[in-house]
């Protein structure tokens, strides 16, 4: 039995990681230089595990502030 099917175990090359991300492989490349989220030499390739990368997206979520009232009608 393996950890693949774990999502934070996952790894992920860097043009896959891109693909979540909306960017390309040398973007995601630049990100992780950056410190945005960690890499993982392996070989001659870059791979990122992708609960770093989901927890990443997660960590640029934005919501906007709430309306105080839901009347439409309220001054």
């Known amino acids: 039995?393996?950890?693949?099917?774990?999502?934070?175990?996952?790894?992920?090359s860097?043009?896959?990681?891109?693909k979540m991300l909306g960017v390309s492989g040398k973007t995601v490349i630049r990100m992780?230089?950056?410190?945005?989220f960690p890499g993982y030499k392996i070989g001659s390739a870059w791979k990122f595990k992708r609960g770093d990368i989901e927890s990443y997206i997660?960590?640029?979520?934005?919501?906007?502030?709430?309306?105080e009232s839901t009347d439409p009608h309220a001054a």
């Open 58 to 67: 997660e960590s640029r979520k934005f919501q906007g502030r709430k309306a």
């Open 14 to 18: 860097a043009n896959q990681a891109g």
């Open 32 to 36: 992780m230089e950056d410190g945005d």
């Open 1 to 12: 039995m393996t950890n693949e099917g774990t999502s934070a175990e996952q790894m992920l």
